[in-house]
């Protein structure tokens, strides 16, 4: 493992067990027990998601469907620099300090007041980062007086929240065999577990939990079926964990060993449940002809026992994956009926409810206007109901063997939801659901694997399916089906969205606009343009007595590097990189 912690300071950490590094920071050290708590923390933002569960709800209402019209700027900071592209970051709130990341895995502390620069780590990237989906980073975690992000060549860097000064730095793997790192750490029972980027390159998914305090690995938990699990010794030195499912089971050959699930938007925690849930990518390659079989656990949800890292249960959304339908999207906890259940807004265009503690499936319906591939899923069976025909040519069938037979899906690879977190309040027991509505010509080619080459074997053309817009917010009920809402947007959805017990909705558009809306009627009741498109999630927090909203603006991610002819649709739109904070005018 690559160290930079000096043994002496190491052992120090090591021996003042839960409050780390707080005697730095005079007693503001983020401890366990506030990150399980930190949905109802209305002072700060611990934690992607607003909260370990990801319902990126605030119980915050001093800003409401009364008076946030009056919302005003009040600082915005830029990343400056040539860098720009997609800018993705949530920020986090704790301690007087903003941490925000950006691209190109760059990192910065601001004050929360004045919106001056505390410090900036910039991470030295090789020239040989191969992320698949633009120079993108979620944001981070804190833990004690830490701040911790991954890069886009494939580390973890820990700083101290006051300094920015590297207390340690891991390799997590290699970039140039194509891993990478976008999403936000995750902490959870005092553990860091981390996820991989990578599924277009053949790589192999999992999921790492580490020591915050050090980065030294405790366990790792591949998720494509027969790869080995292990777990680590204080010095570092491996044992077996326990072989994810059964070799070979649902796996042909040797493909497995390239199989892609990679775990790339990150996690969830529960402390109701105590697991952590992530999704899982798509297989590889996207050619499915080559890889008879469900092809566990790709395309999935599999929930994590924290402590030991073995999988309690899985649910695999899209069995056999042909689309590029990734299962990475975010598990949500919530209460319904009197238990713990999951939502999730599947990339394939349904929406999913498990019960939170066995994975059993409750509900299963579509949130975009147009689904392909299936007709709908089996709720005794989990099943979906596959379309026939709805899967692209075996190329060893077509024309000259290069070439299957094009088929038309809908969604789109993009998704009917990517990367753009959803909210769920529980007070209108509503999910709020950034949607896109577009479809694909899809075809099948040959392909092998080459480290670090694109693994595909699939050729592609995106469009839209409507003539006046593409995305659409929708509140959507989880327990019918149905949806109460939707405002549609002209050009993709791309941001995240959170909801507050002021009765809103906030959400960003790749058009400029940050929105609020009624969270009961959809109706928009103010926006503000912030000079580049908004495709990062809002947060919010209170400060003497004073709510702030705050949004990362910066166009980019997906879209503009894969999106064909809705590319061309949206290229009037500028990139940019600042952060935005908002407040009630007096």
């Known amino acids: ?52 569960e990801g319902q990126r709800y605030s119980p915050l209402a001093q800003i409401n469907t009364g008076n946030v019209a009056r919302l005003t700027p009040a600082w915005s900071f830029s990343f400056g620099g040539e860098k720009q592209r997609g800018q993705e970051s949530q920020p986090l709130i704790h301690n007087g300090k903003m941490f925000v990341t950006a691209s190109y895995s760059r990192i910065f502390a601001v004050d929360l007041k004045t919106g001056a620069k505390l410090w900036k780590y910039e991470h030295r990237l090789p020239d040989g980062i191969m992320p698949c989906c633009d120079v993108v980073n979620r944001g981070a975690a804190l833990f004690d007086n830490l ?32 891993y990478s790192m976008t999403a936000a750490p995750l902490i959870a029972k005092g553990l860091l577990l981390t996820g991989v980027s990578g599924g277009e390159f053949g790589i192999v998914g999992r999921v790492e939990a580490r020591n915050p305090r050090t980065g030294e690995l405790v366990w ?40 892609g699930a990679s775990t790339w938007m990150g996690g969830t925690y529960d402390p109701a449940t105590g697991l952590a849930y992530f999704g899982t990518g798509n297989p590889a390659p996207w050619n499915s002809h080559l890889r008879p079989g469900d092809n566990l656990y790709s395309s999935s949800t599999v929930a994590l026992d924290v402590t030991t890292g073995q999988i309690k249960w899985s649910y695999q959304n899209t069995p056999n994956d042909a689309w590029d339908f990734d299962g990475a999207n975010e598990f949500v906890t919530f209460d319904m009926d009197g238990k713990r259940y999951g939502g999730k807004a599947d990339r394939n ?28 899923i089996d709720l005794e069976t989990g099943r979906p109901k596959y379309t026939p025909d709805g899967r692209p040519g075996d190329p060893t069938k077509g024309e000259e063997g290069k070439k299957g037979k094009t088929v038309f899906a809908a969604p789109a690879f993009l998704g009917a939801k990517n990367q753009m977190p959803m909210a769920y309040s529980p007070q209108t027991k ?38 006046d817009y593409i995305g659409a917010l929708r509140a959507i009920d989880p327990k019918t089906g149905k949806i109460a809402w939707e405002v549609k947007n002209t050009a993709p959805l791309w941001g995240g969205v959170m909801t507050t017990a002021g009765g809103l909705v906030f959400y960003g558009t790749p058009e400029g606009y940050l929105k609020a809306l009624d969270a009961k009627t959809g109706k928009e009741l103010w926006k503000f343009q912030t000079g580049s498109g908004v495709v990062a999630p809002p947060v919010t927090w209170q400060d003497g007595g004073v709510q702030y909203v705050a949004v990362v603006s910066g166009w980019g991610g997906a879209v503009p590097l894969w999106g064909g002819e809705v590319a061309k649709k949206v290229n009037f739109l500028e990139q940019g990189g600042s952060v935005w904070v908002f407040k009630l005018m007096k």
Do not use: C
């Open 349 to 376: 265009g349904f929406f999913y409810v498990n019960d939170a503690a066995t994975g059993k499936l409750q509900n299963a319906f579509p949130y975009v206007k147009k689904i392909t591939w299936a007709t709908g």
């Open 430 to 467: 509503l999910f709020y659901v950034p949607a896109n509505e577009w479809g694909m010509d899809i075809w099948n080619e040959p392909i092998s694997y080459k480290k670090g080459g694109a693994y595909l074997g699939a050729g592609f053309t995106i469009r839209p399916l409507f003539d």
């Open 147 to 178: 701040v911790i992000f991954g890069t886009l060549d494939a580390q973890l860097v820990a700083l101290d929240q006051d300094t920015g000064k590297i207390v340690w730095k891991e390799k997590v793997d290699d970039y140039a065999a194509g």
């Open 220 to 259: 790792s938990r591949p998720t494509v079926e027969g790869h080995m699990g292990h777990k680590y010794d204080k010095d570092g030195n491996a044992s077996d964990n326990g072989v994810t499912g059964t070799p070979n089971k649902s796996w042909p050959g040797d493909l497995w060993k390239t199989g």
């Open 1 to 52: 493992m690559q160290k930079t912690v000096i043994a002496s300071l190491s052992a120090a950490l090591l021996a003042s067990g839960g409050m780390g590094l707080a005697s730095a920071a005079g007693g503001a050290a983020v401890t366990t027990g506030m990150l399980e708590a930190a949905s109802k923390n209305t002072s700060s933002v611990l934690s992607f998601g607003m909260g370990s």
